[in-house]
């Protein structure tokens, strides 16, 4: 719930006045897009393992797929600028 609430100031007008929202909507279809969907695997199988990812595990598992999906993206953005 904290996150969420970080996440909304951050990309906020009212708390960040410089932030450039255009940009910002282009990122978030980039995310929706998702054009990596075919590159990895999303079946039945996965998603009944993820399923059964419990307590501390599950914690870890959740942060490294929020801090490859990051880094995927990033990646994305500096190609992009090249």
Do not use: W
Request: one cysteine or more; hydrophobic letters at 35%.
């Amino acid at each position: 719930q904290k996150a969420a609430q970080e996440m909304e100031q951050l990309f906020s007008k009212e708390f960040n006045p410089n932030i450039n929202m255009d940009e910002f909507d282009a990122c978030l279809n980039e995310f929706r897009n998702d054009y990596n969907r075919i590159h990895f695997v999303r079946n039945d199988t996965f998603k009944k393992a993820a399923e059964n990812i419990d307590g501390e595990t599950r914690k870890i598992f959740v942060e490294f797929l929020e801090r490859s999906c990051t880094a995927e993206f990033s990646g994305f953005l500096l190609y992009k600028e090249l």
